[in-house]
């Protein structure tokens, strides 16, 4: 059985393509905003649990656990 982990790993400041690359972002509020190129983006930690542990201990060692108890597949 495994068990994976995803956690929000904080915020990433991405510099947008060019003006008229709107992301899904309406273009009068990406017009507003013409003087920054830069978007926040949330970044997540995708891991694989080493092994599974019980719910009272993972309560007991904190969450989102610890690197020592993950394997890291990737960030998104």
Known sequence: ???????????KTV???NETDTNGVDSDNN?????????????F?????KKP???TLMC???IPLPPVHL???GSI
Do not use: T
């Not at 059985?1 to 915020?11: D, P, Q």
């Not at 017009?31 to 970044?43: A, F, G, I, R, W």
């Not at 930690?45 to 649990?49: G, H, P, Y």
């Open 31 to 43: 017009n507003n905003n013409n003087n920054s190129n830069n978007n926040m983006m949330d970044v």
């Open 53 to 55: 542990l019980p719910q």
């Open 71 to 73: 394997k890291l597949i």
């Open 1 to 11: 059985m495994y068990m994976f982990e995803l956690c929000l790993n904080g915020e």
């Open 60 to 62: 007991s060692i904190g």
């Open 15 to 17: 510099k947008s393509g």
């Open 45 to 49: 930690r995708w891991s694989l649990c």
